[in-house]
Nanobody, 123 residues
Framework: VQLQASGGGLVQAGGSLRLSCAAS????????MGWFRQAPGKEREFVAA????????YYADSAKGRFTISRDNAANTVYLQMNSLKPEDTAVYYC?????????????????WGQGTQVTVSS
């Protein structure tokens, strides 16, 4: 399985970015997907997750109301729409494919990881 994340960049506080993660290698529509992030000097943390069908989503408190996770199973792609960005959202964002079909917040529930895409929010 390969996961290719893209869409990161530099944005001013209050701005928006849309991250994409293209998956290949196994039946994408059978697995939950998630986004995590790691800021400099901090541990990687959960951001958002989505079930196999897209019917259920789950967010970290820091993402609720600002971020939206979605997926297009026909395109084997998961997205993270990030609005109202804050400097504290600055991190490397990773997509991950779960071991099962549901949504998960624990890193151990994910089997495959993308390479990460840098998001920098300036104040």
């Amino acid at each position: 399985v390969q996961l290719q994340a893209s869409g990161g960049g530099l944005v001013q506080a209050g701005g928006s970015l849309r991250l994409s993660c293209a998956a290949s290698g196994r039946t994408f529509s059978s697995y939950g997907m998630g986004w995590f992030r790691q800021a400099p000097g901090k541990e990687r943390e959960f951001v958002a997750a989505i079930s196999w069908s897209g019917g259920t989503t789950y967010y970290a408190d820091s993402a609720k109301g600002r971020f939206t996770i979605s997926r297009d199973n026909a395109a084997n792609t998961v997205y993270l729409q990030m609005n109202s960005l804050k400097p504290e959202d600055t991190a490397v964002y990773y997509c991950a494919e779960a071991r099962g079909p549901y949504y998960y917040s624990r890193q151990n529930d994910y089997e495959y990881w993308g390479q990460g895409t840098q998001v920098t929010v300036s104040s």
